[in-house]
């Protein structure tokens, strides 16, 4: 679908607003602005009628599928609807017109906020010590391995590996290798956990520590924390734990309980707030005492009744970003806890697991179960028998985009062939999801009744099958030359 630019659509002289005429003195704008900056000709602005103007940009937010649209099952990334509110209230002048240069006894609401929202943070994951300021889940990664680097240099050692389970975020292996590691990879078993034959035969004095997804990415549930953890400790190894899907575990468990050292969170993934396009976000870490002292400067504390930003943390491992964060998904994230409550908290991990189990239990039969195993907030289909009989993954989430769905995630985790993996959030409604089952049942009969159909989706998309591979390589967003 071509959609015009809003400049092809501007007719001259129509305009789209009214403006008072002028009745101050008005200065020539040539004695305000210097003579070389002036423009040598008008700006080519478009003119266009403010109802046009409303349906160009309506139209285009709708071109994208996205979660205020329809259901947004994306496996691993946890796209589930924000409260407006978060948006609403973060948006106050009082928290928007704050500079972070301010004199820290002027922002003492805002720093009581953040102070606060640790607390928080604190008591739902079982940690003593976090820091607010890594931008997402990735960073936090990144930040949580400096420390556990930290850790051993601070014992006079250089540990150089990293243990990760196949059944791991891709992000994991990418950050650990950043932070200078070399990455040896633990196998899963049959059940999806990790392989503990094949971690004993890793283990060494040179193996700093653990990356664990928890629960991983085939959405199940790590049993065996306890034997890891003692393992671990044979060789005073740490354990940090990927906590991007929090949601499967919200006010049931805590990882600092479990016996985890370091974690981080994604406010943009189980907090509310918006998330993708590249947008800004926040990856928290949270740890034990053995990491504390090496948390990023400055920490967010409190002196008698004053809240300040505390420099002075000798063995800190240094900033990881300008001033605190991201401040802005900080607020939301706060509104968002104290709107749910600490009761709430635990609701959205029980939604979000029997959601999950729900969609399983509906489409097991058909599609076939990745891992037979107890599932948190998302599972993993395999279409290994609809590739057999003519339409494989690709084709599957094409089509679902005919029904006004957006596919789940696909060929991830790589341990599951033809892999579809789906978590449907605790914000989804029974109706919602029966749509999703009954599509995807649908989609399963039209392979034999008419696999073109699949094969040649989507249909009314607003673009058809690209090459994914180039769209992201050979980017190319110059207009004016391609048309
Ligand atoms: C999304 C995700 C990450 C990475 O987080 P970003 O904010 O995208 O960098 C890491 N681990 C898991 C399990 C995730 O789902």
């Known amino acids: 679908m071509y959609t015009k630019l809003i400049f092809e659509l501007s007719k001259e002289g129509r305009i789209g607003h009214v403006l008072p005429k002028i009745d101050v003195a008005s200065r020539k704008t040539s004695d305000l602005i210097p003579k070389n900056q002036m423009r040598k000709r008008a700006a080519e602005l478009p003119q266009i009628a403010e109802n046009e103007i409303v349906r160009h940009f309506i139209n285009l937010s709708?071109?994208?599928?996205?979660?205020?649209?329809?259901?947004?099952?994306?496996?691993?990334?946890?796209?589930?609807?924000?409260?407006?509110?978060?948006?609403?209230?973060?948006?106050?002048?009082g928290f928007t017109d704050l500079h972070p240069d301010q004199p820290q006894e002027t922002v003492q609401a805002a720093l009581q906020i953040l102070y606060e929202l640790q607390e928080y943070l604190l008591d739902i994951t079982g940690f003593s010590g976090i820091t607010l300021q890594p931008a997402a889940g990735a960073h936090g990664e990144m930040v949580g391995l400096l420390l556990m680097k930290k850790y051993h240099q601070m014992k006079n050692r250089n540990r150089k590996t990293m243990l990760v389970p196949d059944s791991a975020h891709g992000t994991n292996p990418a950050s650990a290798h950043i932070a200078g590691f070399s990455i040896k990879t633990i196998r899963s078993n049959e059940k999806g956990l990790v392989d503990l034959a094949d971690l004993k035969a890793n283990l060494n004095e040179d193996v700093a520590g653990i990356m664990l997804t928890n629960p991983s990415t085939l959405g199940i549930f790590e049993s065996q924390i306890k034997e890891i953890r003692s393992m671990m400790d044979s060789i005073d190894g740490l354990m940090y734990m990927d906590g991007a899907?929090?949601?499967?575990?919200?006010?049931?468990?805590?990882?600092?309980?479990?016996?985890?050292?370091?974690?981080?969170?994604?406010?943009?993934?189980?907090?509310?707030?918006?998330?993708?396009?590249?947008?800004?976000?926040?990856?928290?870490?949270?740890?034990?005492?053995?990491?504390?002292?090496?948390?990023?400067?400055?920490?967010?504390?409190?002196?008698?009744?004053?809240?300040?930003?505390?420099?002075?943390?000798?063995?800190?491992?240094?900033?990881?970003?300008?001033?605190?964060?991201?401040?802005g998904i900080f607020i939301r994230t706060y509104i968002y806890l104290r709107m749910i409550g600490k009761e709430g908290v635990r609701k959205i991990a029980e939604h979000a697991i029997v959601n999950a189990n729900y969609l399983k239990a509906r489409l097991k039969d058909v599609y076939e179960l990745g891992y037979d195993a107890p599932t948190m907030h998302e599972f993993v289909l395999s279409a290994e028998k609809q590739k057999k009989r003519g339409a494989k993954t690709l084709d599957i989430a094409k089509r679902l985009l005919d029904f006004g769905m957006h596919p789940p995630t696909v060929y991830f985790p790589l341990i599951v062939k033809e892999a579809l993996m789906i978590e449907p959030t605790e914000t989804e409604s029974k109706e919602m999801?029966?749509?999703?089952?009954?599509?995807?049942?649908?989609?399963?009969?039209?392979?034999d009744q008419n696999v073109d159909i699949l094969l040649n989706a989507p249909h009314n998309a607003a673009v058809k099958r690209l090459d994914e591979a180039s769209a992201a390589r050979n980017l190319d967003i110059n207009y004016y030359k391609n048309h």
Request: net charge neutral.
């Open 62 to 93: 709708i071109l994208n599928h996205h979660v205020d649209k329809a259901f947004y099952p994306l496996g691993s990334c946890t796209m589930k609807y924000n409260p407006k509110i978060n948006e609403k209230l973060s948006g106050l002048p």
């Open 245 to 327: 899907n929090m949601n499967a575990l919200f006010g049931i468990v805590r990882p600092g309980d479990m016996g985890f050292d370091v974690m981080h969170l994604n406010f943009h993934k189980s907090f509310s707030t918006p998330h993708g396009g590249g947008g800004p976000g926040a990856g928290p870490v949270a740890v034990n005492d053995k990491l504390k002292a090496f948390l990023p400067v400055p920490l967010i504390d409190k002196k008698n009744d004053l809240y300040f930003l505390n420099e002075e943390v000798p063995d800190s491992i240094g900033k990881v970003h300008s001033y605190y964060g991201n401040f």
């Open 433 to 447: 999801m029966d749509l999703f089952v009954e599509a995807m049942l649908k989609i399963d009969k039209e392979i």
